[in-house]
């Protein structure tokens, strides 16, 4: 219960830079991801906070105390790991009760609160188990529980749910935003995972090569991709690089008309491009839709191309179409992914130009 | 289903359901590897164990043939001084021993320390050095700088120098072995180094550590060569005891009782180490 704070922290390894002048606010009582691919520094940043690493330049302060010299002991955190690291040869009670009694907490104490915690990650009983007679779930409920029992200013996740398989993934990240949200605790979670981070965060940070390349809502990173990286790693984006030939409309209304390819598109973008500069028009596969016959006048922006490739992969299918030279990738869910087998070649694609985005090429 | 057939072996013979010839012939072959492996390991187990059979039935060799237990009275009797220089020096060597190595080995595991390879190597010389070159060289020293050739603490010292590399490898291979998430989640819930030392660290290395007391004390209980160099003269240790005697006085049963007793005393610190300190942490860990 305690706001973040990271001014310009810096990690160099050697030669390499890890995390370059990262700065972030995190409220009191919210949930921020971490969201980028590996090797970002999304990891260490978070390690960072937690103390286990020692940041080469800046400062990190919990509300107003600045914490970047304590070491992790104290700083009061509950860090959650990719693998539980239950110890293995301490039962389920005691590795929840660890924390309370290096701090010397009484054993009736101790004892209490391991039942309160196990009631709460819903393990009732388990207690006197050992850490290898459970499931990779249940071990990491328990490690929730073990960061829980201290009571933490702060929870650190570091992609928790990594290693377990994807129903388990499904169910434990929605229980690890239940958890958060009923002890109001101020969380940080790493993950690479999209779907994830878009199921549970408050805000999503996204990273790349150890800088932030955005901070916002759900709606923000999908809908206002402020970079050309999140445009494509938001997503499985198409691209689409072509020329600005001109602007309509104002404000909300306003629309870039691109030429991409021997196609005239209508695209959303930001103000400042002029005609001319080289743009990516970047279109999401979930959005495309595939017109039949002569309808679709209703699309601003319409495709010819041939298909390529159907890939069923259950709910949807994976569509790979030659539009000018170029593949896109449309998902096609609905009914209309299992008549997709029966259709020739051709095909028209439509999508409004809401869902068109224009970034600087 | 081939596997349960294997391993079931007598019992798969009186199947009920009708084999074919084929399914017989596999069968024997079968029992035959069976006979050939189980014999061989008997075979082993004689060559190596008839030794000591013969050592303990001759330890139980009374005058003129007969059967007698009075040789084992004499171990604890005129025998029993030695016995309990052994165990006091094995005991003081081991507890140094693993007083050294506990922070060494970790030290060399979890921290950068420059040329960790080479302090290694040069630490693990004793392994590769003959007993005789490390005992020339310990009274050399000895003589020129400690004096401590006169004192039981310079024989404990000699066996600390022969045996650290067995007690610190094992160690360093199960620190190793440790992942480093243990240790960072104990720090992270708030213990600190010394804490999580001996409430996380120590139990899961203990199969490294008590291998290490184990190779340290059969080594250091039965060491011979090296004590015939730096013992003081009013030491005199049960093997070095052995060795006097049948110099002197030939081969003798009560002698025999002796080294029938060291070596039951080494089978049960094996047996121990591994009841106490092994098997406990293999199970229900991640150790396997």
Redesign the interface.
Known sequence: MSTVRLESITKHYGQTVAVDELSLDVADGEFVTLLGPSGCGKTTTLRMV?G?VEPTDGRIFFDDQDVTDI????R????V???P?L???LSVADNIG??LS??GSSKSAIAERVEVMLAMVGMPGYGRR?P??LSGGQQQRVALA??LA?DPRVLLFDEPLSALDKNLRDTLKYSILELQRRTGKTAIYVTHDQSEAFAISDRIVVMNAGRIEQIGTQTDIYLHPRTPYVAEFIGANNGLPGTVSGHVGEGDDARVLVEAGGHALRARGRDGFAAGDAVVAYIRPEDIQILDGEGGAHFENVLEGTIDRVIFEGPTAQLRVHVGGRELRVDVSGNQRLTLMQRDGRIRLGFDDITLIAAPG | MTASTASSGPSAVRAPAPRSMVGRRRLTSRRMVDIVSHGYIWLCLFVFVTPFLALLVYSFTGPGGTYAIENFQYVLGSFGENLWWSLRISGLSIAIDLAIALPAAYAIVRYPVPGKRLIFSVLSLPLYVPGAVIGLSLVITYNFTYHLTTSMWGLVFAMVVGTFPLMLTPIIVALKDLPIAFEEAAECLGAGRWTTFWRIVFPLIGPGVSAGLMLAFIIVFNEYLVTLFVHPSEITTAPLRIFNLVRTAGLLPTTAALAVTMQLISLASVLLFFRVFGTRYFKGTYLI
């Open positions: 937690a286990l070491p992790p002991r104290k009061n955190i509950g860090f790991f990719q693998t690291a110890f293995p040869h660890f924390g290096v701090k050992l290898a007679q073990r960061v201290t």
